[in-house]
């Protein structure tokens, strides 16, 4: 059948180019028994419509038997894996660096006792911010706040922002005493406004994503900025671009000053080095420098999101860096590769009194553990140059097949190995990653169009050559 | 000194009860050493103020060496916890049915290979649900939903409400066009409504702590209905109670109907059994029934916040379960004892479309494993039976406290050992807290005045009559 004769192609292709550094143990090519999901899949997944929502399950996974790049789904099918559990597997599945450090009994402890790390964190806690998350810290931000999840870091970087504007706008961090009873019935305190809440804080939310997301669930009234719709290749339409992105700055400006004469001003201006979940849009560093000068004009803090972009799938650790800026942010929120949430801050954000910035658990220190573990491996492999040089290699696969299929592909864009590519229709990208799936290569999509790349940092160019050969057979066999 | 004689008296009243049934694991009393904190703690939460807030570190921990109902600091000091990191510690410091599944190596993968639940969870996923969180489901609560910890189950509820109520509303699960292009500008559809965002729903927010975790944040214009303020003994004031507590009902439902007049329908109602941060307040089983049912009668969800009192402290898994009630909630939330944080929810509740309740994380499979175990260990030892017989002790021990001390102690009261008692100056509970702690006994407070007690389920009467020991010396040497 089908599957098997890809297979057997990739199979060939894999040994030719077999430059593997896991080869210890990383698969070294998929394998399909089945499409997928496959039969047992499909059974788990019907169960699973008996206990939650089941819509979004793509298929179930046997992550014992997955190595590397490869995921291994319940019906023995191993996949080529581009999308890592939504850009979330840092180093690959099984690692065993990872293995090591969860069969290590001296590690035990922070497995089973997870700790109130606001109140009660363990002897090592400090040491291991220092030798692990503080080692990664972005230029300028010395102070980091672990939480345990993404959500959870951006919604308490958000908090950080607010607590941090209203002592500076009210002079003081003491709030007076009709603050504190009117932030106690949904109002935020301050300011002498009267009516609904909200009214003396906004949030430049600049991360779009689908409708579906948002429906039906409160929000609140915070201006959103356009994030540039640019051109690619971007060295090829620099002055469409350059224009696209001075408009989008300058209505964020107007939006800044409006919101402002509205009497909610503008606390912090939130922004994706790369615009993710909303497409994978990317815009030139000048764009973001510009926007970070914008916002320390009018007072706004400058929150940079890199749940997505953090870690090192751009070829540098934290996607900012690309800007090249002296000053890049006031915070960086992290997640997803990173293993625990958290945000990086400067100094004067700091809150000075306790329980501001709190919850429970506050992250999860056995997170931490692995972290550390991660962080030593992408150093010692030297993982960020391995990332640059398979991005190239990615990148520039991207561009051969956009040229061969202008009708099918546009807009193949990318830093390291975070790349995507737009397909003419929706249906047909949606039909294209089924369709890849099934030939032993996992993708996944984002905004309207776009196939976006997530590989794990251990992607290598013969992974790349894996995916180029199934998907440009596809593009080949497309009606 | 003080805190050595201290010691050797628990240590004699520890000796004397033993009736430790975690003899094997458990220490047997409490050893102090220094101050708390001591050098070591402080020299640590100095070297945290370097890295982020460090204003509410109580002290430093030793978890590898900490035990059953025992944490143990960095300085050696060995407390006997009455508090349990926050009421989050199911069955102790590392248990030896924890420890067991963290060094299965059947496991491990669990714990390296972290899912996107939603999207791609592994195999056992459905087994480990329907072995573990689902044995537990509160009356009429069918599905569950997993999420990583308390702040995104309780979001992530109330979002599955809105969700309801809107489909209910609009009499369609399928938006309409302007539904979902609204929403992406941070309005909420529907409805016809212009203007300002987030008009159509609010929700009952009856959640209260201290007003620095929610200063300077924005927050929706949602109506917080009061919490009865009983008096105690319940049995005592059966009379009063029941008329604050029908002022309390009839104030909710007047704003259930006020916040409909202006045009933003109350979609639920969300309530804690007993209002734990807002200071311990407990209602009748009668008020929550009548809650539940004005819910209803004006169409709104009722969702009980189980995320302090689940998990068998209160006796019973659920504190709900104290009711009787044969309807007893739409939604109920857990997070803390339940080591992974969700939802259970009604068939009706559920979002038929994928993606609405959703993040990349969505639980963490690691946890389940360990709170299949933790359920295990319950079931084994009859630990809520015990917590009922260990409840009595310690309520009983309260009463008489308050009986010999009615100036410094007053309103002991609780469910299980999920008590609570005030003391009559916020200043004098800060102290006392504080030396329990020099002392050997960690205690929490909550509320204006009150002293929570949030034991592990293994706290056993020999614990109680530890703790009643020190407490009731420094209520005597009290000036």
């Known amino acids: 059948d089908t599957v098997g004769l890809k297979v057997k192609r990739l199979m060939c292709v894999g040994a030719d180019r077999s430059v593997n550094t896991q080869a210890d143990y990383d698969y070294d090519r998929p394998l399909m028994k089945t499409q997928v ?15 939650q929502n089941n819509t979004a399950i793509n298929f179930f996974c046997n992550y014992e038997e997955s190595r590397g790049n490869f995921l291994v789904d319940v019906d023995g099918n191993r996949m080529l894996d581009v999308y890592t559990q939504i850009a979330s597997i840092p180093i690959g599945y099984n690692h065993p660096a990872l293995l090591k450090v969860v069969s290590d009994p001296n590690n035990a402890s922070a497995f089973v006792n997870r700790p109130a790390l606001g109140i009660l964190p363990p002897e090592s806690f400090v040491d291991k911010l220092t030798e692990g998350l503080l080692t990664v ?16 870091s951006n919604e308490n970087a958000y908090k950080a922002m607010f607590i941090w504007y209203r002592n500076k706008e009210r ?3 003491i709030p007076s005493d009709a603050d504190l009873s009117s932030c106690m019935i949904n109002q935020v305190g301050g300011g002498g406004g009267g009516g609904g809440g909200h ?21 609140f009234d915070w201006p959103i900025a356009p994030f540039p719709r ?16 001075a408009r989008c700055l300058e209505e964020t400006e107007d939006l800044i000053v409006k919101w402002r004469h509205k009497g909610m001003p503008v606390a912090g201006v939130v922004i994706e080095p790369i615009q993710a979940e909303g497409g994978d849009n990317h ?29 090192g799938a751009t070829g540098r650790f934290w996607a900012h860096e690309h800007w090249g800026a002296e000053d890049p942010a006031d915070i960086v929120s992290f997640s997803k590769k990173l293993l625990t949430g958290g945000f990086f801050y400067r100094d ?5 009194k306790p329980y501001r910035i709190f919850n429970t658990w506050m992250g999860d220190p056995s997170k931490n553990l692995l972290l550390a573990e991660v962080l030593n491996v992408i150093r010692q492999e030297n993982l960020l140059a391995e990332v640059t040089r398979t991005g190239k290699a990615l990148l520039g696969g991207l561009y051969e097949l956009q040229a061969k299929y202008p009708n099918l592909l546009s807009r193949a864009r990318g830093q390291g190995t975070f790349c995507a590519i ?19 290569v996992i993708l996944g999509g984002c905004g309207d169009l776009s196939i976006r790349f997530r590989p794990a940092l251990i992607f290598k160019e013969h992974h790349v050559h894996m995916f180029l050969n199934v998907f440009s057979d596809l593009l080949a066999a497309h009606k």
Chains 1, 2 share one sequence.
């Open 422 to 440: 737009d397909v003419c229709k929706a249906s047909v990208r949606d039909k294209l990653i089924l369709q890849a799936r099934d030939n032993g």
């Open 283 to 311: 815009a030139s560093a000048a764009f973001f420098i510009s926007l970070r000068k914008i916002a320390s004009k009018h007072g706004c803090a400058f929150h940079v999101d890199e749940v997505q972009t953090g870690g």
């Open 199 to 219: 009214q003396a804080h906004c949030c430049l939310a600049t991360t779009h994503s689908k409708p579906i997301h948002k429906l039906d669930v409160p929000s």
């Open 37 to 51: 999901p496959g039969p047992r899949s499909k059974e788990l997944t019907k169960q699973m419509g008996q206990i």
């Open 230 to 245: 640019l051109q690619y290749p971007l060295d090829e339409h620099v002055r469409e671009n350059a224009q696209e992105e």
């Open 137 to 152: 810290a972005p230029k300028g931000l010395n102070r980091v706040q672990n939480m345990a999840c993404g959500s959870c």
């Open 348 to 352: 004067e954000m700091e809150t000075d």
């Open 171 to 173: 002079g003081t961090s």
